[in-house]
């Protein structure tokens, strides 16, 4: 398997505008989570899916946040509009509760708002 | 609930010598433990991960782990540290009760020098 992958590894836009962050788990996973690590804050959770539904969107910052996951393949992170604070990695992560629930992860999108 | 600390926020070690990075968690509950590693521009790969079976943990690139409850740590341990080790380790605590909620350490950023 290539692993968790995501798209774009890089994105570099102006203040107000909308971002979407792509992501594909590892075939036969049915957990995904995506994060968000600042230097700040480190690492946080901000959204998971248990075969594709929403289970905890605590982590999401607000409602400029939003996150879908229409099949098994095949995620989405947006940010409308997106704002300077935004700036920050965002990784992807897969799992599977067959293989002990370890998180597998995607290497990231490197965010720069202007 | 649950946390990690890692007690030291960066370790600095001679080529050849030992590693020592220190993790100490708490859970109410039966933990799963990893450690990762991130190295500068990448994303999170597993080094190893104790979940209820023996207590020492090897991983790969050398690294070992050993669970101790009465101490509640989970430190990480290498004989010889190589200069391709030098990055970011982050040591994590899973609750068996809500195998979830992921909570990392803030991360101990190894130097190697020659």
């Known amino acids: 398997d290539a692993g968790v992958i995501q798209s774009p590894r890089h994105e570099v836009t102006e203040m107000g505008q909308e971002v979407t962050l792509r992501c594909k788990p590892i075939?036969?996973?049915?957990?995904l989570f995506w994060y968000r690590q600042t230097m700040m804050r480190g690492l946080e959770l901000l959204i998971y899916?248990?075969?594709?539904?929403?289970?905890?969107d605590s982590g999401m910052p607000e409602d400029r946040f939003s996150a879908k996951m229409p099949n098994a393949s095949f995620s989405t992170l947006k940010i409308q509009p997106s704002e300077p604070r935004d700036s920050a990695v965002y990784f992807c992560?897969?799992?599977?509760?067959?293989?002990?629930?370890?998180?597998?992860f995607g290497p990231g999108t490197r965010l720069t708002v202007l | 609930a649950q946390s990690v600390t890692q007690l030291d926020s960066h370790v600095s070690v001679s080529e050849g010598t030992p590693v020592l990075l220190r993790c100490n968690y708490s859970?109410?509950?039966?933990?799963?433990l990893f450690w990762y590693v991130q190295h500068p521009n990448k994303g999170l790969q597993l080094l190893l991960k104790?979940?209820?079976?023996?207590?020492l943990v090897k991983g790969i690139n050398g690294f070992e782990a050993e669970f101790k409850k009465s101490e509640t740590s989970f430190h990480l341990t290498k004989p010889s540290a190589h200069m391709s080790d030098a990055a970011e380790y982050f040591c994590?605590?899973?609750?068996?009760?809500?195998?979830?909620?992921?909570?990392f350490g803030a991360g101990t950023r190894l130097t190697v020098k020659p």
């Open positions: 992560a897969s799992s599977s509760w067959t293989d002990g629930d370890t998180q597998y």
């Open positions: 075939s036969g996973h049915d957990y």
């Open positions: 899916f248990n075969n594709n539904v929403p289970i905890d």
């Open positions: 859970s109410s509950y039966s933990p799963s």
């Open positions: 104790y979940t209820s079976a023996a207590t």
């Open positions: 994590v605590v899973i609750s068996t009760y809500n195998n979830n909620d992921m909570r």
